[in-house]
T-cell receptor, first 117, second 109 residues
């Protein structure tokens, strides 16, 4: 079974530019998550999708971050405009939870390392 | 929100040594996972263990949900065990996977 796929693996941009990340979850997983991991810390949830609907985006900085999950499969996370403090690893995860939400096991992709200069 | 504390923060081991990592959490949980983040940043699932005991090769884990802690045991450590070990929980009254601060493990040959 293929794992969670993410691209690109690395991205360097200047502040005020825009960037987009892509995630393809494990086949059949209804729930998809985006996390931000700053160096030296544990990952923090940005947004959670159940199929193609948003379940929780309370920690997403909506003035600059946006995410979508068209057709309930792939997802993209966008930052526009980027700030220096957005430098981090962006992780995508998925789980097979349906009615029980995040209580089921989450599986993580390899992440995208973003550097904003 | 729920607090997740891991100890020790750093651990240096000689190859072949055994060790125990601890995760304390402040509230009841529906989900508890242990991960290993390798030097390339990949989070690898070790255990999904909201309660009970599990073993996988040289690794085992025990969660005592009533006392709000979990332990990860590494036996006969190898250099490939180096990295950061994270405990993460979903509180019974919430829906977010919340990570602890991690334990940074370095296994020396």
């Amino acid at each position: 079974e293929a794992g969670v796929a993410q691209s690109p693996r690395y991205k360097i941009i200047e502040k005020r530019q825009s960037v987009a990340f892509w995630c393809n979850p494990i086949s059949g997983h209804a729930t998809l998550y985006w996390y931000q991991q700053i160096l030296g810390q544990g990952p923090k949830l940005l947004i959670q999708f159940q199929n193609n609907g948003v379940v929780d985006d309370s920690q997403l900085p909506k003035d600059r971050f946006s995410a979508e999950r068209l057709k309930g499969v792939d997802s993209t996370l966008k930052i526009q405009p980027a700030k220096l403090e957005d430098s981090a690893v962006y992780l995508c995860a998925s789980s097979s939870s349906r009615d029980r939400g995040p209580s089921y096991e989450q599986y993580f992709g390899p992440g995208t390392r973003l550097t904003v200069t | 929100g729920i607090q997740v504390e891991q100890s020790p923060p750093d651990l240096i081991l000689q190859e072949g040594a055994n060790s125990t990592l601890r995760c304390n959490f402040s509230d009841s949980v529906n989900n508890l996972q242990w991960f290993h983040q390798n030097p390339w940043g990949q989070l690898i699932n070790l255990f999904y263990i909201p309660s009970g005991t599990k073993q996988n090769g040289r690794l085992s884990a025990t969660t005592v949900a009533t006392e709000r802690y979990s332990l990860l045991y590494i036996s006969s450590s190898q250099t490939t065990d180096s990295g950061v070990y994270f405990c993460a929980v979903v509180p019974a009254a919430g829906n977010k996977l919340t990570f602890g601060g991690g334990t940074r493990v370095l296994v020396k040959p």
